[in-house]
T-cell receptor, first 113, second 112 residues
Framework: EAQVTQNPRYLITVTGKKLTVTCSQN?????MSWYRQDPGLGLRQIYY???????DKGDVPEGYKVSRKEKRNFPLILESPSPNQTSLYFC????????????FGAGSRLTVL | GENVEQHPSTLSVQEGDSAVIKCTYS??????FPWYKQELGKRPQLIID?????GEKKDQRIAVTLNKTAKHFSLHITETQPEDSAVYFC???????????FGTGTRLTIIP
């Protein structure tokens, strides 16, 4: 089944404790991206990647890192999480670019205490 | 950068009536405009999209219109059904830029 898989789905952590949210797709998609969803703010792009080793900032990259060492994986790293990073996070992919159908993962709900 | 405004933030319509959600964008170079539907507790899913070389696109009960001069585009849902209840997001992107900007969402409630 074609899908985008995120883990963990739910996580409660404390300020400053490094964490990684994994994202993997099995569709051989070139483009992958991360979004955070907050009430009243919609979906905001954090980072995106056009291909292996090619990443760029979205609208809200502060406090986040990403890497694209393999085509299928695009992990989101929070080096020192803070409470304002409490949010619902979505990973998404498309076959060539952001201007094509995005397939979203199921979401990861992160709470930083 | 691109800015997308979406209205209304909430919308309630009687079952069977039509619903219209409107978005405006700021960058005249934007040329791809998707609409995503997010049911409660689910992931967003594309329902329809339009490119800047087209003024209107339909898919059964759903249609999107684009006015490039005014820099706005709208989602039209006719003969609404309970399963249309969800949050709808518009978005805009410049092909080749890859930075996709979403609107803030519209919560549509269909009243039986």
């Amino acid at each position: 089944e074609a899908q985008v898989t995120q883990n963990p789905r739910y996580l409660i952590t404390v300020t400053g404790k490094k964490l990684t949210v994994t994202c993997s797709q099995n569709m051989n998609h070139e483009y992958m991206s991360w979004y955070r969803q907050d009430p009243g703010l919609g979906l905001r792009q954090i980072y995106y990647s056009m291909n292996v080793e090619v990443t760029d900032k979205g609208d809200v990259p502060e406090g986040y890192k990403v890497s694209r060492k393999e085509k299928r994986n695009f992990p989101l790293i929070l080096e020192s999480p803070s409470p304002n990073q409490t949010s619902l996070y979505f990973c998404a992919s498309s076959y060539s670019s952001g201007a094509n159908v995005l397939t979203f993962g199921a979401g990861s709900r992160l709470t930083v205490l | 950068g691109e800015n997308v405004e979406q209205h209304p933030s909430t919308l309630s319509v009687q079952e069977g009536d039509s619903a219209v959600i409107k978005c405006t964008y700021s960058d005249s170079a934007s040329n791809y405009f998707p609409w995503y539907k997010q049911e409660l507790g689910k992931r967003p899913q594309l329902i329809i999209d339009i490119r800047s070389n087209v003024g209107e696109k339909k898919d059964q009960r759903i249609a999107v219109t684009l006015n490039k001069t005014a820099k706005h585009f709208s989602l039209h849902i006719t003969e609404t059904q309970p399963e249309d209840s969800a949050v709808y997001f518009c978005a805009a992107i410049i092909f080749g830029n890859e930075k996709l900007t979403f609107g803030t969402g519209t919560r549509l409630t269909i009243i039986p």
